[in-house]
């Protein structure tokens, strides 16, 4: 299904205020408590810088003052303080202050979530950027408590910033294709909300779109969650509502009806559906509650059950057989997949004589039946469907159309495509034993459409071939010409 284009949501830098400007003296006893700058000059130049009262106007002191003392003992608190006017002036000179104050305090937690945050945004689904944002936010999960942070003030800190790392970190994964990792980074970032609620704010249900679509994504598919998070974001995204809505309709009809469900499939919104909306829209539920159990629509028929219903359905036909246990989890290719035919003398041993069917059923099974839905309850019916199919062909003689898939170069078989899947796959399910040999001129060449008449003999299930013997082209049809008059004026 093609993904839904979804904006990328810029929310404020407004949590930095909590950084603030150490408090900064001339003479402290501590440097968690006061920072002291013995050069004049140089505390002139600081004082000149920080008491500028524009945001570009303090933002060029700082700069210049940090370039004139690189080595200040103020410069971790300057290049904080730079940082928070930077979100005025520029995303662009917000970053590279960041940056800066990383490389001189390289576990500081604001300004790594200002870098990711910044980087994230910037990468705009570059995946190389996204690596990058991705690697300095695993930085920010393992960024130890800072030398003058109380511990209250750290974990407040890592509260706010611990989404947006996982944000981050989920984007890298959903970009490269690795949609596990995306699910657990999404996950992490929903969860890291202390108060789920917070969950129902911008970007969070952003992400849990994205959470959905990795569910989609996944090997094997998970619709049910995939299911919830859509229908959670769509309820708090409403610039994509209808957008996000109608995707997790769609999948919600494939989990839940019933391909014969004429109802649920058009129901508009399907049955059940407006349940889950109702849940999904308590603030509180970020994932999905115990009351959240969506019913899965039975399986689909499976080929040996279709093949008995055309049986059982059919006048005079009801528990004629019994029906086929039900299917076991499939492993491999599909029932009824051909495979390639065996060649045209390989012999196909009858089946066992069959069972004595009722001539009602029988007789009711060659009028209904065409060759196409024998053909298929060979191929995929149990044995006695089987048993009760080649009762009525068996020593049939009939005319069969379809496609050469090969012929014996001496014209003494010919394999022919006859359903449609054969015929799509160019694989052969009849072989046609012809008696006498075709000549050389009337030996058919590959992909050519012919018909032929020859007495059903005996098949194979898997891989399925029915062949027929005494195979013949069949007789011309003459029809008398009539003249032509000519009309004269």
């Known amino acids: 299904m093609k993904k839904l284009a979804i904006a990328t949501v810029a929310f404020g830098l407004g949590f ?15 440097p968690c408590q006061g920072i002291t700058i013995k050069d004049p000059a140089e505390y002139n130049a600081y004082t000149n810088a920080i008491s500028q009262s524009t945001p570009q106007a303090k933002a060029q002191a700082i700069e210049a003052f940090l370039k004139q003392y690189p080595n200040s003992v103020v410069k971790v608190d300057l290049l904080n303080t730079l940082m928070a006017i930077d979100q005025s002036i520029s995303p ?38 996204l690596d990058q944002a991705a690697a300095d936010a695993q930085k920010g999960l393992s960024a130890p408590k800072g030398q003058c942070m109380s511990e209250a003030e750290y974990e407040k800190t890592k509260d706010a910033v611990t989404p947006t790392f996982y944000s981050a970190i989920g984007a890298d994964a959903f970009a490269k294709k690795d949609y596990a990792g995306a699910v657990q980074a999404y996950t992490k970032e929903l969860q890291s909300y202390k108060d789920p609620t917070k969950t129902t704010a911008m970007p969070a249900p952003v992400d849990t779109y994205y ?32 957008q996000i809505e109608s995707a997790a309709e769609y999948w919600y009809k494939k989990y839940h009806c019933s391909v014969t469900d004429a109802t649920c499939i058009n129901g508009n919104p399907p049955p059940g559906f407006s349940d889950i909306e109702q849940l999904a829209a308590a603030p509180e539920n970020a994932f999905p509650p115990s009351t ?9 028929p499976s080929p040996a059950d279709l093949a008995h ?11 004629v057989t019994p029906a086929p246990p039900p299917a076991a989890p499939a492993s491999g290719a ?16 009858p089946p066992a004589a069959p069972a004595s069917f009722p001539t009602a059923c029988t007789d009711a099974l060659k009028k209904t039946l065409g060759l196409s839905d024998e053909e298929f309850i060979l191929a995929n019916g149990d044995d006695q469907d089987q048993q009760l199919i080649w009762s009525i062909m068996n020593g049939v003689t009939a005319q069969v159309p379809g496609v050469v898939v090969s012929a014996a170069p001496d014209g003494t078989s010919v394999q022919l495509a006859v359903s449609q899947d054969a015929q799509q796959s160019n694989t052969a399910d009849f072989t046609v034993n012809m008696k006498p040999a075709l000549k050389a001129r009337d030996i ?35 029809t008398a010409r009539r003249g032509v008059r000519h009309r004269t004026r």
């Open 309 to 319: 219903q055309a049986i059982a359905n059919t006048a005079g036909c009801a528990g």
């Open 92 to 129: 662009q000179a917000t970053l590279d202050a960041a940056k800066q104050l990383v490389d001189a305090d390289p576990t500081n937690l604001r300004a790594l979530f200002v870098i990711v945050y910044l980087e994230h945004q910037q990468a705009n689904g570059n995946v190389q950027q």
């Open 16 to 30: 930095l205020a909590m950084a603030g400007s150490a408090a900064l003296a001339q003479t402290p006893s501590n």
């Open 292 to 300: 959240y159990n969506p019913t899965p629509a039975p399986p689909p």
């Open 334 to 349: 599909a029932a009824g997949t051909a495979a390639p035919a065996a060649t045209a003398t390989a012999a196909a041993a």
């Open 211 to 242: 959470l959905g679509e990795s569910y989609l994504d996944e090997t094997p598919r998970d619709l049910k969650n995939a299911i919830w998070f859509l229908v959670r974001a769509a309820d708090f995204y409403p610039q994509a509502k209808s």
């Open 444 to 478: 058919p060449a590959a992909g050519a459409k012919v018909t032929y008449i020859g007495t059903f003999d005996s098949y194979t299930q898997k891989p399925l071939m029915i062949i027929l013997k005494d195979g013949a082209p069949p007789a011309p049809t003459h």
